[in-house]
């Protein structure tokens, strides 16, 4: 007998930073998730996840008052069906942001428990037979000393990471001299084996960006991510035609039209759009359909462990992000979460997305 949803739960969880995370345009205050329990007649639960840094608050009403209740009765396997009627149900209100947080959560949670019902790891519901994929550790805040940086990097590699990310625009961007300073440090600390990322979180400009690419190219960098604003898509494409370092960018993008701009306009080597922002697995499927026609790579933005069943089954997907800075309340938040191996994800041989919640943590934060 089909499943029919009967029951739309949502909680609000965050977690206060203290310490100096910032990066060169935004401090870190406050990390959390918004997570939506989607219930079947016949008590299967999807989980899905979004964000909870800043204004979850509204993403809940908007679920709790405007979404949920069009979900009720539904049937769980119409995941596009439900995602289209949304996408024409919030078109007016925002087509970006807080909506599309909203959505990708449902949208998750209906993958979930598709591969529930089917009793399927959702990576296999989508072709996919990977059973595990290279993820890399992501820090190095410019709030950090250089030798606070230097450390967390070594750290990284100690673990068994062989890709590392750490943030470039030092002074908020106003001192290129230092950043080249730094990434030599990381560098030279980490050995030449070691694949180095850097981020800027959009906080050059295009001609500052390159200035910096060429300064340092000779340390051997495998992407330079969000150079600059993120809508800047002329500055993203200059930047790209200035330098030989490939462009990562998309962290901050939505849906497939934001895809399509990034790369009709030729302004992204790695397409790094997050599930859990950009429109839910419905919509990164065809995110990463768009990047394999242009043949560029495809590598989600952080929530690893959201992502894991995606990027095992999507032939162009490079690598996962883990957060250090998220990990501590991930590992509250999900039971058993897969943890990095030797640089790796395992994915999980269980029914749907295994995103299994830790409720008695999760009330006990519930900001409701
Ligand atoms: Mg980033």
Redesign the pocket.
């Known amino acids: 007998m089909r499943h029919k949803i009967g029951k739309v739960d949502v909680h609000l969880v965050s977690y206060p930073i203290t310490g100096g995370f910032a990066d060169a345009t935004r401090k870190v205050e406050t990390i959390g998730f918004l997570l939506v329990r989607i219930t079947t007649d016949q008590g299967l639960e999807g989980i899905g996840v979004t964000y909870h840094e800043v204004g979850g608050e509204a993403t809940r009403e908007l679920i709790v008052h405007n979404m949920a209740p069009k979900l009720i009765d539904r049937d769980p396997l119409q995941s596009e069906v439900i995602w289209q009627e949304f996408f024409h149900y919030l078109r007016g209100v925002g087509r970006k942001g807080l909506m599309y947080c909203a959505l990708s959560a449902i949208d998750i949670a209906l993958w979930d428990l598709k591969g529930k019902i089917a009793g399927l790891p959702v990576c296999t519901l989508l072709g996919g037979n990977a059973t595990k994929v290279p993820v890399y550790a992501?820090g190095g805040w410019t709030s950090y000393s250089d030798d606070e940086l230097v450390d967390e990097m070594r750290g990284m590699v100690d673990r068994g990471f062989r890709t590392v990310?750490f943030k470039v625009g030092f002074d908020g961007g106003r001192n290129i001299r230092r950043d080249a300073v730094r990434v030599r440090k990381v560098r030279e600390a980490v050995g030449p084996d070691i694949q180095i990322l850097v981020?800027a979180?959009n906080c050059f400009d295009a001609a500052t960006a390159v200035q910096l690419a060429n300064r340092i190219r000779e340390y051997d960098i495998a992407y330079f991510?969000?150079p600059v604003f993120a809508d800047d898509i002329p500055g993203l494409a200059r930047f790209k035609k200035g330098t030989d370092i490939p462009l990562a960018t998309g962290?901050h993008e939505y849906t497939k039209f934001g895809v399509r701009d990034l790369l009709v306009n030729e302004a992204a080597d790695l397409v790094?759009v997050d599930g859990a922002r950009a429109g839910g697995y419905t919509e990164m499927l065809k995110c990463a359909a768009l990047t394999q026609a242009w043949n560029v790579k495809f590598a989600p933005?952080a929530m690893e462990n959201v992502h894991l069943h995606l990027a095992a089954a999507v032939p162009n997907a490079l690598f996962l992000e883990r957060l250090l800075m998220f990990e501590e309340i991930t590992g509250l938040v999900f039971k058993d979460a897969p943890k990095p191996l030797d640089g790796f994800m395992h994915v999980p041989n269980r029914p749907g997305l295994a995103l299994d919640l830790d409720m008695d943590f999760v009330r006990d934060h519930d900001q409701a």
């Open positions: 992501s990310k981020d979180n991510e969000e962290e790094q933005h």
